[in-house]
């Protein structure tokens, strides 16, 4: 998943020590849980002298999860008390703040937010003690129904097994939880709540809408800016508007969720991209294919996607007495082309690449902008190769993959190599050797990167590679898998140099992941003022008035024969607001012509974000703009 949300201080202070009966330690809002023999538990628990106690930091990781946790209690509180006739959910931490589920008769607004939190600062001030209590069962069931708490019965009958349930209660407030939680409401001075939307009782679609409060909440106001800050900016960026304001892109009812219309400014990005992607991979030893995007279900019976995968994919369709599918991916179509004669060692490897779109069905809850579509373009390759090639080929991947990542401006990345997980197919034998071969490929190149124990595909180990976007967001763009699983299915074949009959191994690689999802990330990431090589419009040619129309349309043809791409203001406007509309559309270079530049031959050079430059010779202007194009250069001054 995507990591959103500003940096966390690492790093727990850990004591060890022993004590008797309860923690008499600093309660200075510096030590805020215990660990005990290993767990993590409130700060007022009571444990045996021979247990192993830790003090556990207001700034560690688990500490920050507590914070956010108990402050979903304190709204919940908060709201029960304003609203009487709510039925409360579930409020869990997320990884970026917390939210809380309510039965509400009618929508929240940004005014009952305020409230919310007006009434949350009021118990805050009276220091409200957190106290586990512990109930049977019944006494429990007796509580809720006696508040109406219909969806808290409900939980209670469904989740709790044996008699005790664990409860928390401040003031008049009880709630379910297994704990544990902050000694005191006090500790959670900086909080603020975000915004409010709808969502299903437990996710599904069939259950009631609740009304889901977000909310954040940090141990030190500094860290509370900090991340206000983090999400302005980050709101700034947001790919959805950037895409309406600069006209790149939109989803339209119309055409239906998660289906993507890329307008003629996010055109010629994408093409750019894929101009940019086509090239490299030419000249790293790929050759082009094409497949269609639909194959009939039985490749998908073989492949095992209509077992595997089955709820990502979309309804047969069907005709001539034959069911078909949109394809979800599209490695078997390169296995089927694979297999249409016969291999041998000679042949490999074999690098296979598709720009390939692709239709998976996403629940319409977690479809977001571009980062999360149901009809996506990849940009797929599979490499097949035999055992000895197999390292030298991820190699190439890695750097090839870091080169591109690179040249679009992402010099931060982490990459991590995830190993066998518990369910996988294959020989052992088999993963220890691809294993080893994608661990000495990152080696032998030199990169820093993490393993990710037992998080490979079920088919085989995997490189994951994510950038870190200007806000330090990071995104997966790259995946390089090992695959023994499809050829196996397919009962792929090469003969070795000894003629004998061998299975060869398979390579998934994406680099940029897919084209909508990168192309947001892009976006994000230069907040809609791209490199010039990708800027829609990279010059504007503004009149200053009507009489200089002629000399402007000339100078307009002129970088136009050149291959760049420009536009010619011709509006009725004044000269102050064509310049502002300009910069608007984060277009990199104004060129202004008035009487002036008309008579010595000139043009005035304005550049987006760094104002005036002064004169300059328009073929010196084409000359530079020509060469920061050519070689892709994030300096766009001339
Ligand atoms: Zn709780
Ligand atoms: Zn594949």
């Given at each position: 998943?995507?990591?959103?949300?500003?940096?966390?201080?690492s790093?727990?202070i850990?004591?060890?020590?022993?004590?008797?009966?309860?923690?008499?330690?600093?309660?200075?809002?510096?030590v805020?849980?215990?660990?005990?023999d290993?767990?993590?538990?409130?700060?007022?628990?009571?444990?045996?002298?021979?247990?192993?106690?830790?003090?556990?930091n207001?700034q560690?990781e688990?500490?920050?999860?507590?914070?956010?946790?108990?402050?979903?209690?304190?709204?919940?509180?908060?709201?029960?008390?304003l609203?009487?006739?709510?039925?409360?959910?579930?409020?869990?931490?997320?990884?970026?703040?917390?939210?809380?589920?309510f039965?509400?008769?009618?929508?929240?607004?940004?005014?009952?937010?305020?409230?919310?939190?007006k009434?949350?600062?009021?118990?805050?001030?009276?220091?409200?003690?957190i106290?586990?209590?512990?109930?049977?069962?019944?006494?429990?069931?007796?509580?809720?129904?006696?508040?109406?708490?219909?969806?808290?019965?409900?939980?209670?009958?469904?989740?709790?097994?044996?008699?005790?349930v664990?409860v928390?209660?401040?003031?008049?407030?009880?709630?379910?939880?297994?704990?544990?939680?902050?000694?005191?409401?006090?500790?959670?001075?900086?909080?603020?709540?975000?915004?409010?939307?709808?969502?299903?009782?437990k996710?599904d679609?069939?259950n009631h809408?609740?009304?889901?409060?977000?909310g954040?909440?940090?141990?030190?106001?500094?860290?509370l800016?900090?991340?206000?800050?983090?999400l302005?900016?980050?709101?700034?960026?947001?790919?959805?508007?950037?895409?309406?304001?600069?006209?790149?892109?939109?989803?339209?009812?119309?055409?239906?969720?998660g289906?993507?219309l890329?307008?003629?400014?996010?055109?010629?990005?994408?093409?750019?991209?894929q101009?940019?992607?086509?090239?490299e991979?030419?000249?790293g030893?790929?050759q082009?294919?094409?497949?269609?995007?639909?194959?009939?279900?039985?490749?998908?019976?073989?492949?095992?996607h209509?077992?595997f995968y089955?709820?990502n994919?979309?309804?047969?369709i069907?005709?001539?007495?034959?069911?078909?599918q949109?394809k979800?991916?599209?490695c078997?179509?390169?296995?089927?082309?694979?297999?249409?004669?016969n291999?041998?060692y000679?042949?490999?490897?074999?690098?296979?690449a598709e720009?390939?779109?692709?239709?998976?069905y996403?629940?319409?809850?977690v479809l977001?902008?571009?980062?999360?579509?149901?009809?996506?373009?990849?940009?797929?390759?599979?490499?097949?190769?035999t055992p000895?090639?197999?390292?030298?080929?991820?190699?190439?991947?890695?750097?090839?993959?870091l080169?591109?990542?690179?040249?679009?401006?992402?010099?931060?990345?982490?990459?991590y190599?995830?190993?066998?997980?518990?369910?996988?197919?294959?020989?052992?034998?088999?993963w220890?050797?691809?294993?080893?071969?994608?661990?000495?490929?990152?080696?032998?190149?030199?990169v820093?990167?993490?393993?990710?124990?037992?998080?490979?595909?079920?088919?085989?180990?995997?490189?994951?590679?994510?950038?870190?976007?200007?806000?330090?967001?990071?995104?997966?763009c790259?995946?390089?898998?090992?695959?023994?699983?499809?050829?196996?299915?397919?009962?792929?074949?090469?003969s070795?140099?000894q003629?004998?009959?061998?299975?060869?191994i398979?390579?998934?690689?994406a680099?940029?992941?897919?084209?909508e999802?990168?192309?947001?990330?892009?976006?994000?990431?230069y907040?809609g003022?791209?490199?010039?090589?990708?800027?829609?419009?990279?010059?504007?040619?503004?009149p200053?008035?009507?009489?200089?129309?002629?000399?402007?349309?000339?100078i307009?043809?002129?970088?136009?024969?050149?291959?760049?791409?420009?536009?010619l203001?011709?509006?009725?406007e004044?000269?102050g607001?064509?310049?502002?509309?300009a910069e608007?559309?984060?277009?990199p270079?104004?060129?202004?012509?008035?009487?002036?530049?008309?008579?010595d031959?000139t043009?005035?050079l304005?550049?987006h974000?760094?104002?005036?430059?002064?004169?300059?010779?328009?073929?010196d202007?084409i000359?530079?703009?020509k060469?920061i194009i050519?070689?892709k250069?994030?300096?766009?001054?001339?």
């Amino acid at each position: 998943m995507v990591e959103v949300g500003g940096s966390i201080p690492s790093a727990p202070i850990s004591m060890k020590f022993q004590r008797d009966t309860t923690y008499m330690g600093k309660q200075n809002n510096e030590v805020v849980l215990l660990k005990i023999d290993g767990e993590l538990k409130d700060l007022d628990t009571v444990y045996s002298k021979e247990s192993l106690v830790e003090e556990v930091n207001s700034q560690s990781e688990e500490a920050l999860h507590i914070y956010k946790h108990s402050c979903a209690h304190l709204m919940a509180q908060a709201v029960v008390e304003l609203f009487p006739d709510i039925q409360y959910g579930v409020g869990p931490a997320l990884d970026n703040g917390f939210y809380y589920d309510f039965l509400s008769p009618r929508p929240f607004t940004p005014e009952d937010l305020e409230e919310i939190s007006k009434r949350m600062k009021q118990s805050i001030k009276q220091n409200i003690k957190i106290q586990h209590l512990t109930w049977n069962k019944q006494q429990a069931l007796d509580y809720f129904l006696s508040k109406n708490q219909h969806l808290k019965v409900e939980l209670i009958n469904e989740k709790v097994e044996g008699d005790e349930v664990s409860v928390y209660k401040q003031g008049d407030f009880v709630d379910l939880c297994r704990g544990p939680h902050l000694p005191n409401v006090s500790y959670l001075k900086y909080f603020k709540l975000l915004s409010v939307a709808a969502a299903y009782w437990k996710g599904d679609e069939t259950n009631h809408s609740m009304q889901r409060i977000y909310g954040v909440v940090f141990p030190t106001p500094e860290q509370l800016d900090d991340h206000l800050r983090f999400l302005k900016e980050a709101q700034a960026r947001d790919h959805r508007k950037l895409g309406k304001e600069l006209d790149l892109f939109s989803i339209e009812e119309d055409i239906g969720a998660g289906l993507v219309l890329w307008y003629p400014k996010g055109g010629i990005i994408r093409h750019e991209i894929q101009q940019f992607w086509y090239d490299e991979h030419l000249k790293g030893g790929y050759q082009l294919v094409f497949s269609p995007h639909i194959a009939r279900s039985n490749l998908w019976n073989t492949s095992g996607h209509n077992d595997f995968y089955k709820e990502n994919m979309f309804t047969p369709i069907e005709f001539d007495n034959t069911d078909y599918q949109l394809k979800p991916m599209n490695c078997p179509f390169h296995i089927v082309m694979f297999k249409s004669r016969n291999r041998s060692y000679k042949d490999m490897p074999i690098r296979w690449a598709e720009l390939g779109t692709v239709y998976r069905y996403e629940r319409s809850g977690v479809l977001h902008g571009l980062m999360r579509v149901r009809g996506f373009t990849q940009d797929d390759a599979h490499i097949f190769c035999t055992p000895d090639q197999l390292e030298e080929e991820v190699g190439r991947l890695i750097n090839f993959s870091l080169r591109l990542l690179r040249t679009f401006g992402f010099m931060e990345l982490d990459i991590y190599l995830s190993t066998r997980p518990e369910k996988f197919v294959g020989e052992t034998e088999d993963w220890e050797l691809a294993t080893n071969a994608l661990e000495n490929s990152l080696k032998a190149n030199g990169v820093n990167y993490s393993i990710d124990p037992g998080e490979g595909v079920f088919y085989g180990p995997k490189i994951d590679i994510k950038v870190k976007d200007v806000l330090k967001r990071a995104w997966q763009c790259t995946t390089i898998q090992v695959d023994f699983n499809l050829p196996k299915r397919f009962n792929l074949k090469y003969s070795d140099d000894q003629g004998k009959i061998r299975q060869p191994i398979m390579l998934h690689r994406a680099l940029l992941g897919s084209l909508e999802r990168f192309f947001g990330v892009l976006i994000e990431h230069y907040g809609g003022f791209f490199p010039v090589w990708l800027s829609p419009v990279q010059v504007k040619v503004i009149p200053i008035t009507d009489r200089n129309s002629d000399y402007a349309k000339s100078i307009y043809e002129n970088l136009i024969s050149n291959s760049i791409r420009t536009e010619l203001e011709e509006r009725n406007e004044g000269v102050g607001k064509k310049i502002r509309d300009a910069e608007l559309q984060k277009i990199p270079y104004l060129i202004i012509v008035g009487d002036d530049e008309e008579k010595d031959k000139t043009i005035a050079l304005r550049l987006h974000k760094k104002g005036d430059q002064g004169k300059r010779k328009l073929d010196d202007f084409i000359e530079k703009v020509k060469k920061i194009i050519r070689e892709k250069e994030f300096n766009y001054e001339i």
